[in-house]
């Protein structure tokens, strides 16, 4: 039953074929054959199976939705009521959170069945899954490889069929960096799409959270669920919310793509950029035009990013001070010891690095010239996707320089490890959503083809890669020793 | 632009975040190398560009003032580090 898809999940618990019981048990089955991957840091089994054999009557009394008795599994930077919440660091090994997150309480009351917490970079901070306190994720397509970040254990488990579908988060391309190093589908929303109520803040103006599935059809359906005003999260936007399976079968005929030419530049590597010339083409096939375009400030995405981002996260992990929750350091000397020891102690290498990076940006006499400059090109890059926009439907790209690099290979040297997340982060700069799907394979590994498309067109993006999906199997394909 | 061992102790003090000694001299290292990639910024002109702080150039929400949190002291106290009586402890402030 794990090789199959939520969608058709959700058709052989209605039909009976076999209860959420025992479709749960398997996955847990599976999650303990295959923990070497380590994409797991909590197993809710116990509560699982409760909520499975509760999502059994549900359906058998008639009022289920698509997504009851389905197992998912949430990244841990989204609290869970009564449920361990590490967001991947040592600072929060001890923390049971007090109240579900918004996206948590609404897929619970649709009747998802949690499966557990899945791994992910400390704070969501790592391209990777290498800064985790609870160690790297293995690529399932190569152990030995990095199944990329932050949201890393959400992608392995979906590639390995550890869950049906599972919960990411994307602050520099979070969801669609590891979907792409993974070979699984996954979406970015705009944001303000999704709630961020409870879901542990890296950099407030960028994160968004977004489904991480094995197709666009699964995609649709969890978005469907996740998505819509909160009044909690003071940037969630009043917004309808469509029906995102509806449109998925639109035709392209006379759908215009836009190819960045910084994309496609000398910086990308001529096998990927091989395997995307064919992604494109199928598009071609399906009636698209395609038309080069330029947005000349994207080169400067990342420095942009690298101050905004860490400015953020300086303000939003001063929270973690030993005092309410948390990790507290032993026998303080006194107050400032505290702090300073409790931090100290239980945040890793690369959230220090993005503090200090946020705190000397932030501080008298630098903030002009950093973040202020910072967010005058974050309007420049923003007005570039609004221009391009504004002449083409969608735009395409690759997600990642190459395949899933090796673990270990890039720990030395944090710059390189920013610049793989060219492509992904302008996204978050601008707000946009964008998705990552399968499109084919270099040596073995997955390869992303990048759909971005402008604000709440999600329905659009999904109608894209769900068409492509049709005429291609790339998304079907399952790592050796995962079928 | 580099920045040396006493900038990174300075900066870790302001955050209040504990930096091992023998450490300073990487993180002095990483951030200069940070610091280069965003000079970078400085070959645009950004004269009359308003920043951006947000994708949607949204103002702040307004709500009624009612209470809408939930009372969960309960619950948070039970997550703290140290409490007694209801009150979050921390070492002594004022002597």
């Not at chain 1, 049906?164 to 589908?185: K, M, N």
């Not at chain 1, 395997?275 to 994207?298: D, F, H, Q, V």
Request: negative net charge.
């Amino acid at each position: 039953m794990h090789t199959k898809t939520l969608k058709e999940l959700a058709q052989c618990l209605r039909s009976g074929e076999f209860s959420s019981l025992e479709l749960t048990q398997a996955f847990l089955n599976r999650i303990k054959k295959h923990q070497d991957l380590n994409a797991y840091i909590t197993v809710t089994e116990e509560l699982a199976l409760q909520n499975a054999k509760a999502a059994d009557a549900r359906i058998a009394s008639g009022n289920a939705t698509v997504l009851t008795g389905i197992p998912i599994a949430q990244k841990d930077i989204f609290c869970t009521l009564d449920v361990k919440t590490t967001c991947g660091s040592k600072m929060l090994d001890n923390f049971t959170a007090p109240y579900n997150a918004t996206v948590v309480e609404k897929l619970n009351q649709a009747g998802a069945v949690m499966l557990g917490k899945l791994n992910m970079d400390e704070f969501a901070m790592g391209s990777s899954n290498e800064t985790s306190f609870y160690g790297v994720v293995k690529n399932p397509w190569n152990i030995n490889t990095v199944p990329g970040g932050s949201s890393g254990g959400s992608a392995a488990a979906v590639a390995a069929r550890l869950t049906v579908c599972a919960t990411g988060t994307d602050t520099g391309g979070s969801i669609r960096q590891p979907a792409a190093l993974c070979g699984i589908t996954g979406l970015k929303p705009t944001y303000g799409r999704i709630s961020r109520y409870g879901m542990i803040a890296y950099a407030s103006s960028l994160d968004q959270g977004g489904p991480m599935t094995r197709n666009a059809e699964d995609a649709a359906i969890l978005l469907q669920t996740m998505a819509g005003f909160d009044e909690k999260d003071s940037t969630s936007v009043d917004q309808p919310v469509p029906d995102y399976s509806a449109g998925l079968n639109a035709p392209l005929k006379g759908l215009k793509i836009g190819l960045p030419k910084e994309f496609f530049g000398s910086g990308l590597n001529s096998d990927m950029a091989a395997t995307l010339e064919i992604a494109i083409n199928e598009y071609k096939k399906l009636g698209a035009e395609i038309k080069e375009i330029s947005m000349p400030n994207l080169k400067l995405a990342i420095p942009a990013y690298y101050v905004i981002a860490p400015a953020e996260c300086s303000a939003n992990l001063s929270r973690f001070d030993g005092v309410r929750y948390g990790y507290r350091c032993d026998n303080p000397s006194d107050l400032a010891d505290l702090y300073t020891r409790s931090r100290g102690e239980a945040f890793g290498k690369e959230v220090k690095r993005r503090i200090l990076m946020g705190t000397y940006a932030l501080s008298a006499g630098y903030y002009d010239a950093y973040y202020i400059k910072a967010q005058k090109i974050r309007r420049l890059i923003s007005d570039d996707f609004k221009n391009a926009l504004a002449d083409v439907d969608v735009i395409m790209g690759p997600v990642t320089p190459t395949t899933a690099f090796g673990i270990g290979e890039k720990m030395d040297d944090p710059i390189e490890m920013y610049l793989s997340d060219i492509y992904t982060i302008a996204i978050n700069l601008a707000g946009l959503p964008a998705m990552s799907i399968p499109a084919g394979f270099i040596d073995g590994m997955p390869v992303g083809l990048q759909i971005i498309g402008n604000y709440f067109a999600e329905d659009r993006l999904l109608n894209l890669a769900h068409q492509f999906q049709q005429v291609t199997n790339w998304h079907q394909h399952s790592p050796k020793g995962f079928e | 632009m580099s920045l040396t061992a006493d900038d990174v102790n300075k900066i870790a003090h302001l955050a209040r975040l504990g930096i091992d000694s023998q450490d300073i001299k990487s993180y002095a290292k990483d951030l200069s190398g940070m610091l280069d990639l965003m000079t970078q910024m400085s070959e645009l002109n950004t004269d009359n560009v308003e920043p951006m702080a947000h994708p949607m150039d949204q103002a702040q929400r307004l709500r009624t003032d009612v209470v809408t949190e939930q009372n969960n002291r309960e619950k948070f106290q039970a997550i703290a580090p140290q409490v007694d009586t209801g009150l979050y402890l921390v070492p002594k402030v004022i002597e």
